[in-house]
């Protein structure tokens, strides 16, 4: 199995139109996928106390997930996430805190040979304080909202609007967080609901927005919300064991509605921000944080992952945090921060080179059920 594309050799502008191949023994399928490239975001400005809060959270990323990346929290993981490759069938890229990442010889998905217990990832996020502390400040609520949920919710609906003929109804946000998404959603008009298992975020959701977020695994409620145009999974995937049974699930629900769609925000693994943190790999507190990514996905291990689940790709947004990680990385380094927190605008219209050469470690895929 392999996937390529077809596109110009020297494409230019934001919004381009590729060719996405899947080739197998003698089966070859084609996609025609709009790619959007960049999304200008001044993350300094959301960003307070940056070098204090750097320093805090390097010394508790690395001590706590050492901790956690102890032979005895582990298991084995038998065989790639995506395709089912035998995990002997790897070749192994870095190890962070103890984390050995490796790349799948077969869809090249990347992915940690061993991770911690389901019981250890459930209690994790469902009870880190520092982890939950990120999405659920008060005083950022706002900001965050108008710098990231809108974006996401406009793109949301220009995408779907192209594809269908129509702005979408009904959205379901998996994995919501403090249901930034889903306040967005419902500023403009769109029926929208969220899932979310962090008891503190959907406290959070409650108290600042009037929004109550639902409980439940979703792989066990999928079918309470059958007929939803969207599903969304704004940097879900990544963390769970399995995303290939929460795509069946989401395809048992968008499949019901006459115009379907999923959206998986992911991170990538052929990015300037994965290239930075292998060099650097003592210093990692997001992207290939081993707690937080238990995989990463390359654009083919992404499609392949969609295919497999019932889903044709249909839309890719390319964009990412990869110069705001490689300042600071330079200023962890030398110590000296004044490369990160002097250099805002220079990181904004930087980023958006890298996003148009997708070097960006963030992949957005739209998926629309088989036509078949």
């Keep these: 199995m392999i996937w390529y594309k077809k596109e110009a050799l020297s494409p230019s502008g934001s919004l381009r139109t590729e060719q996405w191949i899947r080739e197998e023994g003698k089966s070859v399928s084609e996609f025609e996928v709009m790619t959007y490239l960049g999304k200008k975001t001044d993350l300094l400005s959301l960003k307070k106390n940056i070098v204090e809060n750097i320093k805090k959270q390097l010394e508790y990323y690395k001590s706590s997930r050492e901790k956690i990346y102890q032979p005895e929290n582990l298991e084995a993981v038998e065989c790639c996430p995506v395709c089912g490759t035998s995990a002997d069938n790897t070749t192994e890229q870095v190890n962070i805190y103890g984390a050995r990442y490796a790349s799948c010889n077969n869809c090249s998905h990347v992915y940690v040979l061993e991770r911690p217990t389901q019981t250890a990832i459930e209690g994790f996020y469902l009870n880190d304080v520092t982890y939950a502390a990120t999405y659920t400040d008060k005083k950022a609520a706002e900001s965050r909202l108008e710098a990231i949920a809108v974006p996401w919710r406009d793109w949301t609906i220009e995408v779907y609007t192209k594809i269908h003929g129509r702005p979408p109804r009904k959205i379901l946000d998996v994995g919501s967080g403090a249901g930034h998404f889903?306040?967005?959603?419902?500023?403009a008009g769109i029926t929208a609901d969220g899932i979310e298992l962090s008891e503190s975020s959907r406290q959070f959701s409650k108290d600042i927005w009037g929004i109550e977020l639902d409980g439940s695994d979703f792989t066990?409620?999928?079918?309470?919300?059958?007929?939803?145009?969207i599903v969304t999974?704004?940097?879900?995937?990544?963390?769970?064991p399995n995303p290939?049974?929460?795509?069946?699930?989401?395809?048992?629900v968008v499949s019901k509605s006459t115009h379907g769609m999923v959206?998986?925000?992911?991170?990538?693994w052929n990015s300037l921000s994965a290239a930075i943190q292998t060099l650097c790999n003592d210093s990692v507190i997001r992207h290939l944080d081993p707690m937080g990514h238990i995989m990463c996905f390359t654009d083919s291990s992404a499609a392949e992952l969609y295919h497999k689940n019932g889903f044709s790709p249909a839309v890719a947004w390319y964009y990412g945090m990869d110069v705001y990680e490689t300042f600071m990385q330079m200023g962890t380094?030398?110590?000296?921060y004044d490369i990160l927190t002097k250099t805002g605008g220079l990181q904004v219209d930087l980023q958006q080179?890298?996003?148009?050469v997708k070097f960006s470690d963030g992949l957005t895929l739209v998926g629309v059920p088989h036509k078949d």
């Design 182 to 187: 889903v306040e967005a959603c419902r500023r």
């Design 220 to 229: 066990q409620v999928a079918e309470k919300y059958e007929g939803y145009d």
């Design 233 to 240: 999974f704004w940097g879900l995937l990544e963390h769970t």
């Design 244 to 252: 290939g049974y929460i795509l069946e699930k989401a395809y048992q």
């Design 263 to 268: 959206i998986s925000k992911v991170p990538r």
């Design 333 to 336: 380094h030398i110590d000296a």
């Design 353 to 356: 080179y890298m996003d148009e």
